[in-house]
């Protein structure tokens, strides 16, 4: 679309067409007062500050809601403009308190200071939190309010206190409405609204409840997008300004939020989104915006540890050492070691890991928690695209037309794309949701498809089998793009609709009627994760899904594309370093003789040519005694892994076990020795997130006692073994090897991240700007391979025994193992334990009333736990999270694997649930 041409006080302006007179003035350079308007919203016009002349136009036209035209001319700084500013800002102020608005020396002022306008030393500056960074303050500035003439009058309203994280002061409030308007048009929770009319109008949550009630998500973007000091966090309200700030990747889920930490005194004093990167333009949720209390808590590992008559004592980093390098050296070439490396970890510490499993020690035994999460996605999407990994982009969302969202509570896990979601739902998008739970997203949807938990394959193909039948295939795609369609085709007639519907409960109707709006409603993209993902048939389901956007020729377009969410912050980077098994970085098989020896003369070493074991089948062979030694970075595999019994006893069968980490945890009591780590925020390197962003990490506190990073310690650790070019001077040399040697990440380097920002992979020059959309015009693979597939049901069913179905899922209020989210006071405050989700029907049944103590058990072990009984989760089945140890649904688990990508089935087991006998302390 053509630029428009139009004048801005005298000036010459050029502007997209449609943009508004304020984006364009903006765009220029030229500022225009506002106090409502925000690039993240809507025009609303409300404050009435942005008021210009405009020739031709009568009246005063708002800048913010005014089109731009051809040949417009706009003044904006009129002395009669501003007379008029002055009028309707100080009729605001008669209610808001002013001294801070009017004085002129309050910019030398911090919160509390002494106040320099008075000989009184007694008195303090009249001010808020938000003094040296108050948008009404700026404004006031601008249009040169003078004193005030109108008379004052203070609402007295309390200060709203009882929620965690804010606090409220409407008295400062002037009513702008961008706290309302972004909770609602933007974060989708519509918490906040204005109450009563008129003179007596406020901000507020319906019916006066508090914030939790009201449904509010605690992502802060209220308290981001706030003019004034009416909405604060608590933590620092009287804090002041930072001293120095920096811009870091967040350490949480998948979406790869950009943050920006403000640094008082080496301590984090509060957090904001980036608001121009591409990965969550300035949004975050609860856990970016308040979760890292855990950074600076006194429960941080500080000094090595080695075990000693059963106790661990502090120790010297020689000694600890010095100890591991000689227990390790035996076990150098004769695979009975295994490297467990972290998805919490930078790209360049996995490469170490892996490099110095391969290199150091001569094996193949190194993985890490994909293998729990998506490793059926790796090698499903590996084998039908070529290419393991979300196909668009985070902020392509809003281009989306249709969407099926299926195993993935999105607004819990990936909040910020949860988020998008909603906006575009917003604007029109529609919405199809397939899942056994109700979750948030449902009251977004069109359709809600509720089928049994691990009948996902019957879903998904029953859905390609409707879409066949009426006709609604991208013939032209299938033929131009894609192979082995006829047997896929074929393959449908064990699928039709009515064999579908007795599969998985889910009327035939409601698939015919998804079906025809996913394939008409164009682009359409598909979002899934782990409740498809962790089961024994997750390569099937993934592939299941592959079908579908090929059938329908949703792939390599802006808005389509099958897009996993990876859960932890660098898990997609995790497994994109070879931190697996079978493959070196960029997923080049360690099975490939041209591609071993391209790493042997790099590495100057022989490598060994066999896969090695997979995660699960590591602890299997330590408990077999097969596996003698582990090296853990960064995992807490007793809280995280399936069946933790038997974890239990496998690790108390090795010889010898290191564990490297921030915390003690449950896993690392097994130890013979911890060595200390420092956290994302006092480390360099990089992420890569879901959508294949790779970004920087930026150091931002020292490290607390004698932590070290964990890319120092593997180096460290591997030229004390006599493992040759780990002399690396920092992070960015480490990626600059590991770029010679991996395509996709060819041309990356930390050089180019901190002069252009994120890129995403593949990106194999230097010169490259990288892909946003994978297989615009060929798959990586050359076709996308379609797949025929047959239903096999969980391998454990319900039965007299244990007749209700454990599923598991996650808090948006915590992460993973909850090692980092249970330091934090107010997530704790929200989510204080583990519950078991179950059915009133099922309830009833059992005589169990919510907030009972119960019993589950499995063939595998038994939790206690607190019941919330929901209709979220369906009659005979429960829910449980992993967050809380001691309620861990992974007591119960099935460690059965999928065949192909061994990830365990954590979806479904079968259990029974009773009242507790004795009721179990809280």
Known sequence: MADVTLSIDGREVKAPAGATVLEAAQQAGLYIPTLCA?????????????????????????????????????????????????????????????????????????????????????????????????????????????????????RGLPIEN???????????????????????????????????????????????????????????????????????????????????????????????????????????????????????????????????????????????????????????????????????????????????????????????????????MGTNNVDHCARLCHSSSVTGLGAVFGSAAMTNTNQGMLQSACFLVIGSNTTATHPVIGMKVRQAVKGGAKLIVADPREIPLCRDASIWLRQRPGSDVALLTGLARAIVDQGLEDKAFIAERCEDYEAFKASLAAFDLDTVEKLTGVAKADIAAAARLYATTKPAAILYAMGITQSSHGTDNVMAVANLAMLTGNLGKPGAGVNPLRGQNNVQGSCDMGALPNVYAGYQSVADAALREKHEKAWGVSLPARPGLTLVEMFNAAYEGKIKAIYMMGENPMVSDPDIGHVEEALKKLEFFVCQDIFMNETNQFAHVILPATSFAEKGGTFTNTERRVQLVRPALPALGQARTDWEIICQLAQRLGGQGFDFAGPAQVMEEMARLTPSYGGISHARLEKEGGLQWPCPTADHPGTPILHTERFTRGKGKFTALTYRPPTELPDADYPLVLTTARSYYHYHTGTMTRKVKDLNRIVGEGMVEINPADATKLAIQDGDWVEVTSRRGQARARAAVTGATPPGVITMSFHFAEANANVLTNPALDPQAKIPEFKTCAVKVAKAAVKVPA
């Not at 948008?135 to 309010?145: D, N, S, T, W």
């Not at 003179?199 to 508090?210: E, M, N, P, Q, W």
Request: charged residues 25%.
């Open 38 to 154: 925000h690039p993240d919203l809507k025009p609303y016009g409300g404050c009435r500050m942005c008021i210009t002349e405009i020739e031709r136009l009568r009246g005063f036209p708002t800048a913010c809601t005014t089109p731009v035209t051809a040949g417009m001319v706009v003044k904006t700084n009129t002395p009669q403009l501003q007379q008029l500013r002055r009028n309707i800002l100080e009729f605001l102020l008669t209610e808001h308190p002013h001294p801070c608005i009017t004085c002129h020396r309050i910019e030398l002022c911090g919160p509390g200071d002494i106040c320099l306008r008075h000989v009184s030393v007694s008195e303090r500056c009249v001010t808020c939190p938000k003094n040296k960074r108050c948008e009404l303050k700026e404004v006031a500035r601008y249009i040169q309010l003078p004193e005030m003439t109108l008379p004052y009058s203070y």
């Open 162 to 360: 009882k929620d965690p994280f804010y606090d409220r002061d409407y008295n400062l409030c002037i009513l702008c409405g961008r706290c309302v308007r972004i909770c609602d048009e933007v974060v989708g929770a519509s918490a906040l609204a204005f109450t009563y009319r008129g003179s007596k109008a406020l901000v507020g949550t319906a019916f006066g409840r508090s914030l939790e009630e009201a449904g509010c998500i605690f992502c802060g973007s209220c308290i981001d997008i706030c003019p004034t000091g009416s909405i604060v966090e608590r933590a620092n309200r009287w804090a002041g300004l930072a001293d120095r700030q920096v811009v870091t990747t967040c350490p949480y889920c998948g979406v790869g939020c950009q943050l920006r930490l403000f640094i008082k005194d080496d301590k984090i004093q509060r957090v904001k989104g980036e608001p121009n990167a591409p990965a969550n333009m300035g949004r975050l949720c609860v856990k970016g915006k308040f979760g890292l209390d855990f950074i600076q808590s006194p429960e941080r590992l500080t000094t090595p540890l080695i075990k000693k008559d059963g106790q661990f004592v502090a120790a010297t980093w020689e000694e600890a050492l010095s100890l591991i390098a000689q227990k390790l050296a035996p076990y150098k070439g004769i695979d009975q070691f295994a490297a467990i490396s972290s998805a919490k970890c930078t790209n360049e510490e996995n490469y170490l890991m892996m490099k110095f499993a391969r290199a150091v």
